[in-house]
C-alpha cells in the first residue's frame, strides 16, 4: 500500500536526521558532542574543577546556551578551528547572548575573534591547559586545540575542526600536502596515542569506504566500517577517536606504510599524501 511506503519513507528520513549528543564523562573533563547543522559537531568542553566551560565552532548558538544551561556551568570561552561558516558563522550571536566571551582563533578572518593565537600559545580553562597547534592546509590559519590536565592518568583530548577527522582529513583548500603531512604526522601525530580525537564533521563511514578502496585487505578498516555503519544507524556519533586508532585504519596518518604507498604507486609519504587527497576529491562513494 502506498501509505506505508509514504509512512516507512517518512520513518527512515526520520531516523536518519535525528543526531544524538553524546557526553564523554572523564575525571579530568567532560566534552558534551553538540551535533549541528547536517553533520557538523561543536563541542562543550568542561572543566569539572572549576565549572568552566569552553565550546567548541558554535555554529548553533541556541543549541550551546541550553547545554550551558543544562550542565550549570560558567562558559566563559570560545574555541574557533577556522574561519569557515560552518565553524565561526555562530560567533557573533554567541556574544550577544553571553556578553564576556573570550573568542580564541588563529585567522583575522574569524567572526567575532579577541584572541588571536598561533603554535603553541597556551591558556588556562579553569584548571584544564589548552594549547594551539597550527595545522595550517585546509585553511591558512586553522587551530587545533589540545586539552590536558596536570597529574591527570585520564586521556587528554585534541579539537582537531576539519584538519584530521576518523580516518580522514580536510581538502587542502589553502595548503600543500607538506603542510597537511606536517599537521597530521608531526603536530598531531605525535601527540599521547591514548589522546581522544574531537573532528569538526560527522564523515567517518565515507571516509572509511575510501580507506577500504586504498586497503581492500586491511580488517581493521572493514571491522570500524561495520561499527561505524551501526552507530550511525542509531543515531549516535562515532566520535571520539583516538591517534592510536587512526594510525591503524585512516590511509592520511598511514603514508608511510607500503600498502597505502603501493596503491597511489609512490614512495614518498608526502607524494602518498598529495596523491590520496587528489583521489579522495575525485572519489565516487558506494552505496555499501
Not at 606536517?182 to 560527522?202: D, M, N
Request: aromatic content about 8%; glycine content about 6%.
Amino acid at each position: 500500500r502506498l501509505g506505508d511506503t509514504i509512512e516507512a519513507q517518512a520513518a527512515a528520513l526520520l531516523h536518519s536526521t535525528v543526531r544524538k549528543s553524546l557526553v564523554v564523562e572523564q575525571a579530568n573533563m567532560r566534552v558534551e558532542l553538540l551535533p549541528a547543522l547536517s553533520d557538523n559537531y561543536m563541542y562543550l568542553l568542561i572543566d569539572p574543577d572549576s565549572r568552566e566551560a569552553a565550546i567548541v565552532d558554535p555554529v548553533e548558538p541556541i543549541k550551546v546556551v541550553e547545554a550551558v544551561r543544562k550542565h550549570g556551568v560558567k562558559l566563559t570561552t570560545v574555541l574557533t578551528t577556522h574561519h569557515h561558516w560552518d565553524h565561526a558563522s555562530g560567533n557573533e550571536k554567541m556574544v550577544r547572548l553571553m556578553p564576556g566571551l573570550k573568542v580564541y582563533g588563529g585567522d583575522d578572518r574569524v567572526d567575532a575573534i579577541t584572541k588571536k593565537v598561533s603554535h603553541s600559545n597556551t591558556f588556562k580553562l579553569g584548571s584544564l591547559n589548552v594549547k594551539c597547534l597550527f595545522t595550517p592546509c585546509h585553511t591558512t590559519g586553522h587551530i587545533c586545540y589540545y586539552v590536558t590536565k596536570e597529574n591527570s592518568t585520564e586521556p587528554p583530548a585534541v579539537f582537531t575542526g576539519d584538519t584530521l577527522f576518523v580516518a580522514g582529513c580536510g581538502k587542502f583548500f589553502e595548503g600543500t600536502a607538506e603542510q597537511m603531512y606536517r599537521a597530521l604526522i608531526e603536530i598531531l601525530g605525535r601527540l599521547p596515542p591514548e589522546t581522544r580525537v574531537y573532528c569538526g564533521h560527522e564523515y567517518t563511514i565515507s571516509n572509511l569506504k575510501f580507506a577500504r578502496h586504498v586497503e581492500p585487505d586491511n580488517e581493521v578498516i572493514q571491522e570500524k566500517l561495520a561499527w561505524a555503519k551501526e552507530k550511525c544507524s542509531n543515531g549516535e556519533p562515532t566520535i571520539p577517536s583516538t591517534l592510536a586508532d587512526e594510525f591503524t585504519f585512516n590511509p592520511f596518518m598511514r603514508v608511510k606504510e607500503k600498502s597505502v604507498q603501493d596503491h597511489v604507486k609512490q614512495t614518498d609519504p608526502i607524494e602518498t599524501m598529495r596523491t590520496l587527497r587528489k583521489e579522495k576529491d575525485g572519489f565516487r562513494v558506494p552505496k555499501e
